[in-house]
């Protein structure tokens, strides 16, 4: 399996405090793309970041793309109490298919 | 309201009791997909759908079956579940294969 990976699997930080959260994967890609999901519920899609960018912003997201080590990293600052979730990466590949990492579960405390 | 619907949301079964989850989205999307999530495996790709009569298999196919015979609908079909496949299932759609993806609420299925 093509599946990626993030770490750490686990990160607990206070309220206002930045959230780095890293993922790699394995084989080229057309673009990898960074999900939310709260507790059992259905994915939420954050923002996509194509192969041939290096950086994107949304609000307080930033995401990095570095190609050359198949690795990405998702920042969310300034976190709040409600930004606790779960966190994946997915990269999608050229034969269509989305591969998406184990996750990663963010614990703001308030 | 733009969204992705699955029904169930929950199902108990029985193993070799035939099963269909159906998924339906409203938004015009061309490409269509099923994921599996397993504790500590993540999500996998189970089939996807480029357009109507269009389907391939994903990175775990074995157990299931899909149609796609309208553009809104991609039903998931299990013809004789067993005990692994206990998981929660989730349809999402997109404009296509490289946009981003909008799931459904998940189907928690149980089979016994």
């Known amino acids: 399996s093509q599946q990626g990976e993030e770490d750490p699997q686990a990160l607990s930080i206070q309220e206002g405090e930045n959230a780095t959260m890293n993922c790699s994967y394995k084989?080229?890609?057309?673009?990898l793309q960074w999900y939310r999901q709260n507790s059992g519920r259905g994915l939420v899609h954050l923002i996509l970041i194509r192969s041939n960018e290096r950086e994107k912003h949304s609000g307080r997201l930033r995401v990095t793309l570095d190609t050359s080590k198949k690795s990405s990293s998702l920042l969310i600052t300034a976190s709040r109490a409600a930004d606790t979730a779960s966190y994946f990466c997915a990269s999608q590949t050229g034969a269509n298919n989305l591969f998406f990492g184990t996750g990663t579960r963010l614990t703001v405390i308030p | 309201e733009a969204q992705v619907t699955q029904n169930p949301r929950y199902l108990i079964t029985v193993t070799g009791k035939k099963l269909t989850v159906t998924c339906s989205q409203n938004m015009n999307h061309e490409y269509m997909s099923w994921y599996r999530q397993d504790p500590g495996l993540g999500l996998r790709q189970i089939y996807y759908?480029?357009?109507?009569?269009?389907?391939d298999k994903g990175d775990v196919p074995e157990g299931y079956k899909v149609s796609r015979k309208e553009k809104r609908n991609f039903p998931l079909i299990l013809e004789s579940p067993s005990p692994n496949q206990t998981s929660l299932y989730f349809c999402a759609s997109s404009l296509s294969k490289v946009r981003e993806q909008f799931f459904g609420p998940g189907t928690r299925l149980t089979v016994l």
């Open positions: 084989t080229s890609i057309n673009n």
């Open positions: 759908s480029m357009n109507v009569e269009v389907t």
